[in-house]
Structure formats: structure tokens, C-alpha cells
């Protein structure tokens, strides 16, 4: 069997954008550097994602040398948005039920969000990431964290696992809706050459110089419906997944995981299996 590697890296700037497939990435205790520090909330301070907005897939994010971000969407000008200062104070934005700090990224980006999305929200930054929100404390260690990924640091999926999910939707009710691209389930890693469902039993693994804990499969909902080209949803893989992939009561493809220690990730170093379960 080959040895597993990593294939891909993928950093998203602002929770539920479009984001980039870098050649290596910082990982930081939080996540892979610059990604998902951003995030856009309601009036009330709720999360603002594409389970409520899909068009949100088809802007995207450019994370800049100095930190600040490069907006772009259909019919709408391209916008450079500076890191907030802290000094401005924060607002109570609301994820998942959590409530964190952040601090406002100011009334042009917010200006540019309304336009596209025809909604009141604004922008939000997390300025201090290692104490704005700790992960959630039954699957975390003291004073873990993670930005405004969904829960955890990092998310891996296989591409092998991908393969036998499409083969699973071919035999489906909806085979037209296949093959979905890796892109529907946003990962932060991608990996080569493991079986399908091998991650299943991961309980620790290494990526060249970082070891992460593999906190708890990843639960899916319908953004992975949403074609991330076209905004369009359909069918799967949840119908799939439901059908498959039923762990409790969610629907789930993908591990959650926790770096051990940080350093620098590079497409093609080598993966390996430290634990299995």
C-alpha cells in the first residue's frame, strides 16, 4: 500500500467564502494561519453562512501579505479590507450557540457584504485567537482553542473516502449529482493513498513536523449540497451519507483534528498514522 501524503491544503479567510489552495501553510494552535479569522453576523450577532446564504460561495477571500483580505464577488468591485485595530473595541457575535469577542471590520465592508447579499450583516475579525474561543471541552485539553471553523482547528478528509462516496451516489437516487469535488466538504487537509473510511479509526496522526489529536468525526449539513461554482443545492451527498454514513444522529465524512504542536505544512509531505482506535 502507499504511503499516505498530503495532497492539498486549504485556508478560507472568511467562514463560508471561497478560499485558497496554498503550496504550505502555518499551522498555529488554532488552525492553519489566516484561516477563518473573519466571519460575517446579523443584526443580532448570529453567525452568517452559506446554510442561510449560498451565494456566500461564490465570493472569495484573498488572504494578503500583511493580513488584510481581497473581496471579490459576482458584480461587485474588488475590496481590500485592513486588519481591524482591537483599540475600536469588539462586538458579541454568536457561533453555534457560543458567544466571542471580535472586533468590527468597519462600515465599507460591511457596505460591500449588503450589496452582494441584499441583507444586513457585517464583518467581524478574531483578534486574539488564543483566547476568544476555547473548543468545545469534551473533546479539547485546557485552554485549547480554534477560530471560526465550525469547531475544531483542522479538518482532514481522504481522497479515498471521497472515491467511495461517489461510487455510493452512482448507485443512488441521484447519480447525476455525481461526482461531487472534495470542495463541497471544505477541508483544511486533503490526503492520499489510505483505504476508504481508514481515518474512521485515526486516533493520532503526523503531517511532516505537526502531530494533531483526531478529536471526533466531522457532522455535515447542507452546505456540502451546495455546488460551491453555481450556489446551486441539491440532493447530495446527505441523502447518501444518511444512508451510509449515520453515526448517532448526524451524517458524517471527514475527521476534526487538534494540532500537538505547531510548524509548517507542505503539499506532498508524508502522513503518518501514530493511533488507531
Known sequence: MPTPVLRSLHIHPVKSLGGSTPAEAVVEPW???????WMLIDTSGKAVTQRGHARLA???AELLADGSLRLSAPGCEQLVVAVPSGS???VTVEI???????VPAGPTADAWFRDYLDDEVRLTYMDDPAHRRPIDPDYALPGETVSFADGYPLLVATTASLDALNSLIAQG?????????MERFRPSVVVDGTE?????????????????????????CIVTTTDQRTAQRGKEPLRTLA?????????????????????????????EILGYS
Open 96 to 102: 453555534f450557540g457560543t458567544k466571542v469577542e471580535a
Open 58 to 60: 461564490l465570493a472569495s
Open 88 to 90: 475600536a473595541g469588539t
Open 31 to 37: 488552525g492553519l494561519a489566516g484561516d477563518r479569522r
Open 243 to 271: 444512508r451510509h454514513r449515520l453515526l448517532g444522529k448526524r451524517m458524517v465524512f471527514g475527521q476534526n483534528l487538534v494540532p500537538e504542536n505547531t510548524g509548517t505544512l507542505r503539499a506532498g509531505d508524508r502522513v
Open 173 to 181: 437516487d441521484h447519480p447525476d449529482e455525481g461526482p461531487l469535488p
Open 196 to 220: 476508504p473510511w481508514e481515518e474512521d479509526r485515526w486516533t493520532r496522526i503526523a503531517i511532516g513536523e505537526v502531530t494533531f489529536r483526531v478529536a471526533k468525526p466531522c457532522g455535515r
